[in-house]
């Protein structure tokens, strides 16, 4: 079972922006407002995340550790499986088996807390607690006891890199929850949870880059697309600034960055790169989750449509600059 354990770690867990991704997006599933995640040392000393969300109860904390013991994914339409395929039940597990945690959480309809705390996958304390609403995982000294791994990661700033890109695309799409990030104790990012998503442009990007944003929107029968582009005179030297979301999700998709940069080319140097976050809506079902799971990235069924949609809405917006 430890075995076990250790080699889900492996696939699920390959480096600290991993158990970040995994916990923010557990964090985010609880219906939290506010989420805080402080790491230090680019996460390898520490990882903690706070939430105010509907919590653990007292009597299923144990189990959430459990390989495949649970999983909030039901149907295969069902979107939650695109960010965590492969990792159904599995993350809380396989952090646990390659660091030393604890958990406290309290749950909402029992307002009863619980304290576990397991140390290369095995339990080491499970009492009662005091705690406000909500979870508090912290992770500490992540891969102390698989060296080979540990062996792997890169300068603190490299994994430090990671953490805070992955952070900033979740803050982008769920502009309603209040992100706060701090490494070392400095603050990296803080959004206010208004559900402003200029507001987190502001806070990701900086506010003389929000100014420049330009709102894009359009729909047809199948798919709903809002989100900003940035003006011409605001391009970047690669494609890093694109953001998709789909259905509430940060995912990567090939076929809405081909639309997105199509369109934008067609008006500006093909060196040239737009900033942008884009959201798209549309029905579980037209979404083929059969891809890599770590890479999240998703296909459409109707991708044709999708992405005229997609080129001509930014077409139209950047167009309408230029005149
Ligand atoms: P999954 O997210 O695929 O269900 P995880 O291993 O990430 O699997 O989490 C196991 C379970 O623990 C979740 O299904 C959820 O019920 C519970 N859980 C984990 N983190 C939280 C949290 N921050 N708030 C509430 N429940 C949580
Ligand atoms: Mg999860």
Redesign the pocket.
């Known amino acids: 079972e430890q075995l076990a354990n250790q080699i889900a770690a492996g696939e699920v867990v390959e480096r600290p922006a991993s158990v970040v991704k ?2 923010v ?3 985010v ?2 219906g939290s407002t506010t989420v805080d995640i402080s790491i230090e040392e680019g996460g390898l000393s520490l990882i903690r995340v706070i ?1 105010n ?4 109860e007292a009597s ?1 904390i144990v189990t ?1 550790f459990q390989r495949h013991a ?4 039901s149907t295969s339409s069902d979107l939650f499986r695109i960010a ?1 395929l492969g ?7 396989s952090i646990a088996a390659v660091s030393r945690l604890q958990c406290i ?1 309290s749950e909402t309809t029992t307002g009863l807390a619980r304290r576990i705390v397991i140390e290369g996958g095995n339990v080491t304390a499970d009492e009662p607690a005091n705690a406000p609403q ?2 508090d ?1 912290t992770v500490r000294d992540l891969f102390y006891n698989t060296p080979a791994r540990l062996k792997y990661m890169k300068a603190i700033q490299t994994e430090l890199g990671h953490i805070s890109d992955y952070i900033n695309r979740i803050a982008l799409a769920h502009p309603g929850i209040a992100f706060t990030f701090k490494h070392n104790g400095n603050v990296l990012l803080r959004t206010l949870g208004t559900g402003d998503r200029l507001q987190v442009i502001a806070a990701v990007y900086g506010s003389n880059t929000a100014k420049v944003m330009l709102p894009v929107e359009a729909e047809n029968a199948d798919y709903e697309l809002r989100g900003f582009i940035s003006k011409p005179e605001l391009t970047r030297a690669n494609r890093g600034g694109i953001t998709v979301i789909v259905n509430g999700r940060y995912i990567r998709s090939h076929a809405v960055n081909q639309a997105l940069l199509q369109a934008f080319h067609t008006l500006l140097p093909i060196n040239r790169f737009p900033l942008a976050v884009l959201e798209l809506g549309m029905h579980p079902s037209l979404l083929d989750v059969n891809v890599h799971p770590s890479k999240m990235e998703v296909r459409f069924s109707m991708e044709p449509e999708l992405r005229s949609l997609i080129e001509d809405a930014v077409k139209r917006v950047l167009g309408r600059q230029r005149h």
């Open positions: 995994e916990l997006e557990n964090a599933d609880a939430d969300g509907f919590g653990i299923d959430a649970t999983s909030k994914i965590s990792f159904r039940g599995e993350a809380l597990p959480s909500g979870t995982m």
